[in-house]
């Protein structure tokens, strides 16, 4: 799907008073949203393109994780963030989630295979590892490597943000670099 030059919609927000992120359903019909109710109880929404208030269809303190590609390439499940920030699987008509055998709140999901049946996912052992990218089936929980990522991601400082194309194959990645000086003086008069 591409965006560009077209008319401008406005989405009425129906209950949502605060977002925290939002994606496009992969075929453009609407957006799955993560956002928080007055009562500042968040949970997952859709929204249709075309209008219409967002319909909530996971239950309280859901949401979505900072980055990837949440909805399946069939748009009728969203990988997001239990309450306790485990990964679980939501169907958007609604009704209980599903847990990923094997995944637990270390693990972030990148994004989905082609076909559906595995995610891509970043696990991270401890804040001073480097992180492993894996392949998880969503039904059996069973893991293989990942075989996408050429090389390792830099651990020069702080945690690096790892994106995946659709198909996969490719990836691209950010991370932060701090450099300092130091300089020796003698004492000052």
């Known amino acids: 799907m ?14 949502i008073t605060s977002y925290a992120r939002a994606v496009w359903h992969p075929a453009g019909t609407g957006i799955v949203i993560a956002g928080s109710d007055a009562a500042a109880t968040p949970r997952l929404y859709f929204q ?5 208030p ?28 239990d309450h306790d920030g485990v990964p679980e699987l939501y169907p958007l008509a609604g009704g209980p989630s599903t847990p990923v055998p094997g995944l637990d709140v270390t693990d ?8 559906g049946r595995e995610l891509i996912v970043a696990r991270y ?9 894996e392949r998880v089936d969503v039904a059996t929980g069973k893991t293989r490597p990942w075989h996408g ?3 390792a991601l830099p651990t020069l ?4 943000r790892l994106l995946v ?23 000052l008069r």
């Open 2 to 15: 591409f965006t560009g030059v077209g008319e401008t919609r406005v989405l009425e927000p129906g209950p």
């Open 48 to 52: 249709s393109s075309d209008g219409g």
């Open 125 to 133: 052992e401890d804040r001073d590892s480097p992180q492993r990218v």
């Open 108 to 115: 972030a999901p990148l994004a989905w295979t082609p076909d």
């Open 165 to 187: 194309t659709p198909d996969g194959e490719s990836y691209a990645y950010g991370y932060t670099r701090r450099m300092n000086d130091l300089y020796l003086s003698s004492p």
């Open 157 to 160: 400082f702080g945690d690096s």
């Open 149 to 151: 990522l050429g090389r």
């Open 54 to 81: 967002p319909r909530a269809f996971s239950g309280d303190g859901v949401t979505l994780a900072p980055i990837g590609r949440a909805v399946s390439p069939d748009g009728k499940r969203v990988v997001a963030l």
